[in-house]
């Protein structure tokens, strides 16, 4: 979904991040620039710091030092209505409350338009993002009687519907059908080229690859490497953040992240390890 009139225009700074959770550093003196037509992927292994670094960069945790701006402004200071009409967040985990039909959830995504002058656009808007989000026909199923993929789209058609020029995405095609991965992404990129600012959590390298222009790799909360992904996508570089041998080929233009089937992994401990028989 794009919007010729949306005044996208905004970056997003990131500098010198750190931030400790239960007394284990999560984030590591991080330094990061977003701007307006480009989706940035963030990827890694489990707890490189990956959904922690959204979270701050959308403001809704604030880190131990450092600071994160938007269009210049400390997303940390905002007021969250005001925060809300800059950026958009999509959750990893879905939140959507009970009894609500599809459509009323979409819909709140244009709570913070609320007597202003785009509220007049608020039924063309959801009736858009739905539609994009391929939603449409569920909009009087009670949210949850839907599926978590269903559900997934619902919370994406929201995100939409917030028309923001900062976009945070956190694992948005985990619960989705290779259709709708792609169909997500292709819009994640159009909101770019329409001047958006997205960032994206993907768990899939090859995905990341494909709709990035950017790509950033984070390791034990640091940010090991960040370039295009032809720079970023090597098959030395994930070899050793993951820790596991991978293969990077191309094919018809597209880079294909491919594990080592039968590599050598860390040993289980023998007390961790189980049988049938135990």
């Known amino acids: 979904m794009t919007n010729p009139e949306q005044p996208w225009h905004a970056s997003l700074t990131v500098?010198?991040?750190?931030?400790?959770?239960?007394g284990q550093p999560i984030l590591r003196g991080v330094d990061l620039?977003?701007?307006p037509g480009e989706v940035l992927a963030l990827v890694g292994p489990n707890g490189a710091?990956?959904?922690t670094l959204l979270a701050v960069m959308a403001g809704d945790l604030a880190p131990e030092t450092g600071s994160v701006e938007i269009a210049g402004q400390s997303v940390?200071?905002?007021p969250a209505g005001v925060l809300a009409q800059h950026r958009g967040v999509l959750q990893q985990r879905q939140s959507l409350a009970f009894g609500f039909r599809a459509r009323e959830v979409v819909e709140m995504g244009r709570a913070m338009w609320r007597r202003t002058e785009r509220a007049d656009a608020d039924d063309v808007v959801?009736?858009?993002s739905m539609a994009v989000a391929d939603v449409t026909h569920l909009s009087d199923r009670v949210v949850p009687t839907l599926s978590g993929g269903e559900q997934a789209r619902v919370s994406f058609a929201r995100l939409l519907a917030q028309e923001t020029e900062v976009q945070f995405l956190d694992e948005p095609t985990a619960a989705l059908d290779i259709k709708h991965q792609e169909a997500v992404l292709a819009q994640a990129r159009a909101s770019a080229d329409a001047g958006a600012a997205v960032v994206v959590v993907l768990h899939d390298l090859s995905l990341a690859a494909a709709w990035a222009h950017r790509v950033c790799v984070l390791s034990a909360g640091r940010l090991r490497a960040v370039g295009t992904p032809a720079e970023v996508i090597t098959s030395e570089l994930l070899t050793e953040v993951y820790e596991h041998p991978v293969h990077v080929i191309s094919h018809e233009g597209n880079l294909l992240v491919v594990p080592v089937r039968g590599a050598a992994t860390p040993a289980v401990p023998e007390e961790a390890s189980w049988s049938a028989q135990s």
């Open 49 to 51: 710091g990956k959904s």
């Open 126 to 128: 959801v009736d858009r």
């Open 33 to 35: 620039d977003v701007v």
């Open 76 to 78: 940390h200071a905002m």
């Open 15 to 22: 500098r010198g991040v750190d931030v400790t959770l239960g």
